[in-house]
């Protein structure tokens, strides 16, 4: 969606890719029901202006069963949980069939059993070999959850098997290194000392709560 300040991005050839932003960026004053919002996930299939076969609303019918919402097709979306939007928007990617699935802040705002299920449903998917990428903040989580992580703190800090990307001395790094970079600090080029624990710059991310991610 971005152009990257840096390096590059390179997909392979086929590879079906699914992407499920925050939360936050969903109007959800947008009159619309659960299987419009579900259905929305076909689109790969079928285009902006591709009828719905039947097998298309008995596949949106399968994906609310799994994520727990069976019979939720016609309720509109602002009356939904926090949760159950959230089940709502795992339905869609589930939809898809993706072979690279990228979650961002998918646990945010959602009560305990509900982080439970959607676990559940990314370690399906990786039992299908799929790729699940997951930006998270909740380290106990990751630990518990997911066998690699990339540490970031403004700049990969580390990155491999969880158990050693989250070891003291690199959570020290990361902490150190996002403390650094205050709203109010000079700004400092990509190359200037980029790997210092000194290094600052304008904190444009701070309204959205970025410390030590772990994908």
């Known amino acids: 969606v971005l152009k990257p300040m840096a390096g590059e991005v390179i997909r392979a050839p086929g590879v079906r890719a699914a992407y499920l932003p925050q939360q936050s960026e969903l109007d959800r004053s947008f009159p619309a029901r659960v299987v419009d919002l579900v259905s929305l996930g076909l689109w790969?299939?079928?285009?902006?202006?591709?009828?719905?076969?039947?097998?298309?609303?008995?596949?949106v019918s399968k994906a609310l069963m799994a994520?727990?919402?069976?019979?939720?097709?016609?309720?509109?979306?602002?009356?939904?949980?926090?949760?159950?939007?959230?089940?709502?928007?795992?339905?869609?990617?589930?939809?898809?069939?993706?072979?690279?699935?990228?979650?961002?802040?998918p646990f945010n705002a959602v009560d305990a059993k509900t982080v439970g299920d959607l676990i559940a449903l990314i370690k399906h998917w990786h039992g299908?070999?799929?790729?699940?990428?997951?930006?998270?903040?909740?380290?106990?989580?990751?630990?518990?959850?997911?066998?690699?992580?990339?540490?970031l703190a403004r700049q990969p800090i580390a990155w491999g098997e969880t158990r050693e990307t989250l070891k003291p001395d690199n959570l020290l790094r990361a902490r150190r290194f996002h403390e650094a970079w205050e709203e109010?600090?000079?700004?400092?080029?990509?190359?200037?000392?980029?790997?210092?624990?000194?290094?600052?710059?304008?904190?444009?991310?701070r309204q959205h709560g970025v410390g030590p991610r772990a994908a």
């Open 44 to 59: 790969p299939r079928r285009g902006l202006l591709g009828r719905y076969t039947k097998e298309d609303r008995d596949d």
């Open 67 to 105: 994520v727990g919402l069976g019979g939720f097709e016609k309720r509109p979306i602002d009356t939904l949980s926090g949760g159950q939007l959230q089940r709502t928007l795992f339905a869609r990617v589930l939809l898809q069939d993706a072979d690279l699935i990228l979650l961002d802040e």
């Open 128 to 151: 299908e070999e799929r790729t699940i990428m997951v930006v998270v903040h909740d380290l106990d989580l990751v630990r518990q959850n997911f066998p690699e992580t990339l540490l």
């Open 184 to 205: 109010n600090a000079p700004w400092c080029e990509p190359g200037e000392d980029a790997h210092g624990d000194d290094h600052h710059g304008h904190d444009h991310d």
